[in-house]
């Protein structure tokens, strides 16, 4: 069974610091494409950042580019992102998606909250 | 930037009732259109791919039309299960886009 796990949410303040970790398995991580994906309190689904299984390939969306950074670890099965220069309007649940052969999101974790508040 | 736009932003219906969920795109995106179904405090399931492929399990009373700018996503016959928030997005020069979904209450 393909389990995604995230952790490393939290509250912080403005202009602070937060990494995000997700946990996979029941699959080939290495195999696979990653994403994370946001969601706002009570507001739509935002895609931040994709990474090939091999890392060769990068993307960012436009919102956050240059302050988040995705990376991944094949041999532990972890993909992290990385969260600089917070501000409020970063409050959201962080989700870990996993993304199939046709690049669409077929699995994906329970979600991280982060909460960014003076 | 693709921009998708759906509509209605709220659909209600009753069990057993056929719904009709529409999603624009600002400009041609071919086949390449996906529909998420999110329940209330869950994480989004994937649906549909490619405008009309069902993924893995997914009942048969969803199915999905269109291609260029205009897509549907049809429930032939609602279940309690299937009221939801249902969401399109494309991918396009590596940049994945959603719609701001469509309530089925």
């Known amino acids: 069974e393909v389990q995604l796990v995230e952790s490393g949410g939290g509250l912080v303040k403005p202009g602070w610091s937060l990494r995000l970790s997700c946990v996979a398995s029941?699959?080939?991580?290495?195999?696979?494409?990653m994403n994370w994906v946001r969601q706002a309190p009570g507001k739509g689904l935002e895609w931040l950042s994709f990474?090939?299984?091999?890392?060769?390939?990068?993307y960012y969306a436009d919102s956050i580019r240059g302050r988040f950074t995705i990376s991944r670890d094949n041999a532990k099965n972890l993909l992290f992102l990385q969260m600089n220069s917070l501000r409020a309007e970063d409050t959201a649940v962080y989700y870990c998606?996993?993304?199939?052969?046709?690049?669409?999101?077929?699995?994906w974790g329970q979600g991280a909250l982060v909460t960014v508040s003076s | 930037e693709i921009v998708l736009t759906q509509s209605p932003a709220t659909l209600s219906l009753s069990p057993g009732e056929r719904a009709t969920l529409s999603c624009r795109a600002s400009?041609?995106?071919?086949?390449?259109l996906a529909w998420y179904q999110q329940k209330p405090g869950q994480a989004p399931r994937l649906l549909i791919y490619?405008?009309?492929g069902r993924a893995t399990g997914i009942p048969a009373r969803f199915s999905g039309s269109g291609s260029g700018t205009d897509f549907t996503l049809t429930i032939s016959s609602l279940e309690p299960e299937d009221f939801a928030v249902y969401y399109c997005?494309?991918?396009?020069?590596?940049?994945?886009?959603f719609g701001p979904g469509t309530k089925v209450d």
């Open positions: 998606v996993r993304g199939d052969w046709n690049y669409d999101f077929d699995h």
């Open positions: 990474i090939s299984g091999n890392t060769a390939y990068i």
């Open positions: 400009q041609s995106v071919s086949n390449s």
């Open positions: 997005q494309n991918r396009n020069n590596w940049q994945f886009t």
């Open positions: 029941g699959f080939t991580f290495s195999d696979y494409n």
């Open positions: 490619d405008a009309s």
